[in-house]
C-alpha cells in the first residue's frame, strides 16, 4: 500500500530510506563537457501531476576521464512523461514554487500530498 507524505517531509524521509541505495540512477542528459544523472524513483504529487527526481550535475574531468559530481539538482518532469521540463539548483518544495512561478503558495506547496515511487523491479514482487 503506498504511503501519502507532506512535500515539506519528504525530503527527510528519503534521506533515511535505505533502500534507495538498490535502485539505479538514469543518465537524463550527456554532453560533452557535462552530465545529469537523476535517480530511479521519483516523488508523485498528483494534484498537479508533477514527478520530482533527485539529481546530480556532474562536469568531465580531463585528468580523470570520468564525470564527477559538481551540485545536486531537482528536476520536475510531467507524470508519466521522460522528458524533464525544468531543473534547478535547490530542494523540492523551492524548486516547485519557481517552476509554478509563484502560482501556488509556498505554504500550500509544502502541504500537498505526495508519494514515493520505485521501480517495479525494486518493489516486493516486482519484475
Known sequence: ME???????????????????????????????YQIVISGWRV????????????????????EKAYLPDFAVTVVKEEGHEEWIY?????FVITLAN????????????????FICMPDSILPGGK
Open 44 to 63: 508523485n504529487i498528483p494534484e498537479l501531476g508533477l514527478d520530482l527526481h533527485e539529481g546530480m550535475f556532474c562536469y568531465y574531468d580531463e585528468q
Open 99 to 114: 517552476y509554478l512561478h509563484g502560482k501556488m503558495k509556498l505554504e500550500h506547496l509544502e502541504q500537498l500530498f505526495c
Open 87 to 91: 531543473y534547478e539548483q535547490d530542494g
Open 3 to 33: 504511503k501519502a507524505y507532506r512535500l515539506e517531509k519528504v525530503e527527510e524521509i528519503l534521506a533515511e530510506m535505505e533502500e534507495l541505495a538498490e535502485v539505479p540512477d538514469d543518465i537524463m542528459e550527456s554532453e560533452e563537457d
